[in-house]
């Protein structure tokens, strides 16, 4: 148990529907990033928050928004669905969002677009 | 664009026997990490290195980070059923605006037969 929660465990929904992911880090880490794990793409790193500001955008579409809130839980809103957006999400924590920092992964919230 | 090359993708082999795992990158990374998933849940990191040349061992776990920072290598030896799962390096960006971002390689997927 890495102490990182993700919820919802699994999420069916229709294309052009919105959902949202939540997360929260564990104990005492202040950094919060989103990734994303399809089969052809791999894990791929969406956005990065520390302390409730964005630190570092990946390859996140305009129709994904995140936010890390003052008590540091991060949600990962996903709208307009695409069949192509089914897959993995992972939320990671780290200390301090320090390169070197350890980051710990949840264990993911797996989104399938019907 | 980081992008982290890892070889080879899947990987079949008897236990007692060694193999070799390779993450190469044009880009330099102020640190490699390597990360092992399994089915259903989000990776756990195994080791970071951070200096260019750096071995560090882990049981039968061996990993290198190249003098250059641009790739690196997981070498097990005597591999079990255990070691089953799915290997992930992951290169962190030195600077700038992708401060904090890991980049990760699409993976080996190692199955180790009794």
């Known amino acids: 148990d890495s102490g990182v929660t993700q919820t919802p465990k699994h999420l069916i929904t229709a294309t052009g529907q919105r959902v949202t992911l939540r997360c929260s880090p564990r104990s005492g880490d202040l950094s919060v990033y989103w990734y994303q794990q399809s089969l052809d793409q791999g894990l791929q790193f969406l956005i990065q928050y520390y302390n409730g500001e964005e630190r570092a955008k990946g390859n996140i579409l305009e129709r994904f928004s995140a936010q890390q809130f003052p008590d540091l839980h991060s949600e990962l809103n996903l709208s307009s669905l695409e069949l192509g957006d089914s897959a993995l999400y992972f939320c990671?924590?780290?200390?301090?969002?320090?390169?070197?920092?350890?980051?710990?992964f949840g264990p993911g919230t797996r989104l399938t677009v019907l | 664009t980081q992008l982290l090359e890892q070889s080879p993708q899947f990987l079949s082999i008897q236990e007692g026997e060694n193999l070799t795992v390779y993450c190469n990158s044009s880009s330099v990374f102020s640190s490699l990490q390597w990360y092992r998933q399994e089915p259903g849940e989000g990776p756990v990191l195994l080791v970071t290195?951070?200096?260019?040349?750096e071995v560090k061992k882990l049981k039968r776990l061996t990993f290198q980070f190249g003098d250059a920072r641009k790739d690196s290598s997981l070498h097990i030896t005597a591999a079990q059923p255990g070691d089953t799962g799915l290997y992930l390096c992951?290169?962190?960006?030195?600077?700038?605006?992708?401060?904090?971002?890991?980049?990760f390689g699409q993976g080996t997927i190692l199955t180790v037969h009794p």
């Open positions: 990671a924590s780290s200390a301090t969002g320090h390169p070197t920092d350890t980051q710990y």
């Open positions: 290195v951070v200096t260019g040349g």
């Open positions: 992951a290169g962190s960006a030195e600077s700038g605006t992708s401060y904090g971002k890991l980049t």
